[in-house]
């Protein structure tokens, strides 16, 4: 009898577990079709995200591979179809995205930064509020050609580099080159980053025109240091990580602490920053959309999350 008891408990339990990972895997919003699939738009970083969710959702089939079409990117390769993808899953960087959402032409996007004051502005004249929810961790990382010397920078040093007050790398340790401080374009998600978490209100220099300072994408920020021994830049640790994974620059320690996902989950790097899901507040609590957007809070959602590569928020 105790053994009948016994083997009667080990396959409830092994009943038990086939069950939640058959529901984990099998998870469905009822009724969500490819028809009615919310239009979801985000930054550059989080595309591979929204996609992963749009194939788990819709049980469809995706995996990682080095795309040469793409300057060798890392890309999350799907069996959605092309039509869908272009039509529902949009990836219009950072601050097309916030005005997409705000013009309710997406419903929900993934951003790597809450909105920045003009998108707020725009949103206060259209009479719309959003709704910002961290749902992954990121960081904002410093980058420089591999040849470089350096290894760390205060953020003291970064300001001092970014507004011409230390322009040669020798000041920091490094040897005797000028240092050329490239930028990324306005609005974007990296700039707005590097104004609100390391500048903090103090203006960036306009620094001499014997070279282009300004990189408009995210993409040419890793080609241009590859080839600039003396040139520093920034990016999101996701993108470098996970996107580019080419060992084409090195990351730098800031503070004397090196980004990687133990760093960045416990926050000890210094430039922690988050990943939201963003929603028009008026949207119908019942819509696909923000089903998604409870799921990414949920367990699953972030068992999703941390498949995509990024950090699930705790």
Not at 258 to 276: F, G
Request: glycine share 4%; with cysteine; net charge negative.
């Amino acid at each position: 009898m105790k053994y009948i008891f016994l083997s009667f408990m080990l396959l409830s339990a092994c009943l038990f577990f086939s069950c939640s990972k058959e529901e984990n895997e099998n998870f469905r919003i009822e009724g969500l079709t490819m028809e009615n699939y919310p239009f979801v738009d985000g930054s550059t970083s989080t595309a591979p995200l929204n996609n992963l969710i749009a194939c788990k959702l819709l049980g469809y089939k995706y995996e990682w591979q080095q795309a040469w079409v793409a300057n060798g990117l890392w890309q999350l390769t799907t069996d959605l179809p092309y039509e869908f993808v272009s039509e529902r899953i949009k990836s219009s960087q950072t601050h097309n995205s916030f005005i997409n959402l705000i013009d309710n032409k997406a419903e929900i996007i993934l951003s790597a930064r809450k909105m920045s004051d003009d998108e707020k502005q725009y949103a206060e004249n259209a009479g719309v509020t959003l709704i910002e929810t961290p749902v992954a961790l990121d960081a904002f990382i410093f980058i420089t050609n591999k040849e470089n010397k350096i290894k760390s920078l205060t953020i003291n040093q970064i300001q001092d580099i970014y507004t011409s007050k230390i322009r040669n790398w020798q000041e920091v340790g490094g040897s005797d080159n000028p240092i050329n401080p490239y930028v990324r374009n306005a609005n974007s998600g990296s700039q707005e980053l590097m104004e609100s978490l390391v500048m903090k209100n103090i203006e960036i220099s306009i620094f001499p025109e014997d070279y282009e300072s300004e990189i408009p994408g995210m993409l040419p920020v890793f080609s241009t240091l590859r080839n600039d021994v003396n040139g520093l830049c920034y990016t999101v640790y996701y993108y470098k990580e996970q996107l580019v994974r080419e060992d084409v620059v090195k990351s730098l320690a800031v503070n004397g602490i090196y980004p990687d996902k133990k760093t960045i989950k416990r926050k000890e790097y210094p430039l922690v920053a988050e990943v939201y899901a963003v929603i028009r507040s008026d949207l119908d609590k019942s819509s696909a959309a923000y089903k998604i957007y409870e799921l990414l809070q949920t367990k699953e959602g972030k068992v999703w999350i941390e498949e995509s590569g990024y950090i699930p928020y705790n």
